[in-house]
T-cell receptor, first 113, second 112 residues
């Protein structure tokens, strides 16, 4: 859905740097979901957030990855000390309520050199 | 947790033929099954979905069937066109409604 915005669309980082990915949900949506897609694979769930709360982070690596969805502003997926294996497309989706159809943003393609 | 298997991984058909993609899931509590189409370098786009209280749903050339007992669901595309060429993903939503588990994808090629 064109209403979910992500930036940057492309991000290049060197190993050891930090990557910050932003997701602005559709207007009025307070539920945000992050997924990672490795090349030639399906999307894998990472984390589900509501405003100011992480509800389910079962798919997110315990080390180096964190996510937030502040009261004001976009949701942020942060990857510290990136490694080559973090190279992937990161998609977010938003909904107004649980169990609604998830429409995806355009994604951020992270390349770690 | 949920596991979704998708077959085939690649499918080549002649324009005008039908294409069928099949998925199985493991969690009997899953109750919502969307299908997404993803073109190269683009976002996954929802093309059709089905909830567990119905067995079939159709939208023009696209249909989805669900067999809850066997825990499998299928995508049917009739009268395929070259612009149908893309990667198709099935998914199952968990009972809590917060997580989609995706299949591995099917690369559909429609030859003119």
């Amino acid at each position: 859905n064109a209403g979910v915005m992500q930036n940057p669309r492309h991000l290049v980082r060197r190993r050891g740097q930090e990557a910050r990915l932003r997701c602005s949900p559709m207007k009025g949506h307070s539920h945000v979901y992050w997924y990672r897609q490795l090349p030639e694979e399906g999307l894998k769930f990472m984390v589900y957030l509501q405003k100011e709360n992480i509800i389910d982070e079962s798919g997110m690596p315990k080390e180096r990855f964190s996510a937030e969805f502040p009261k004001e502003g976009p949701s942020i997926l942060r990857i510290q000390q990136v490694v080559r294996g973090d190279s992937a497309a990161y998609f977010c989706a938003s909904t107004q309520n649980l169990e609604e159809t998830q429409y995806f943003g355009p994604g951020t393609r992270l390349l770690v050199l | 947790g949920e596991n979704v298997e998708q077959h085939p991984s690649t499918l080549s058909v002649q324009e005008g033929d039908s294409a069928v993609i099949k998925c199985t899931y493991s969690d009997s509590a899953s109750n919502y099954f969307p299908w997404y189409k993803q073109e190269l370098g683009k976002r996954p786009q929802l093309i059709i979905d089905i909830r567990s209280n119905v067995g079939e749903k159709k939208d023009q050339r696209i249909a989805v069937t669900l067999n809850k007992t066997a825990k499998h669901f299928s995508l049917h595309i009739t009268e395929t066109q070259p612009e149908d060429s893309a990667v198709y993903f099935c998914a199952a939503q968990n009972n809590a409604g917060n997580m989609l588990t995706f299949g591995g994808g099917t690369r559909l090629m429609v030859k003119p």
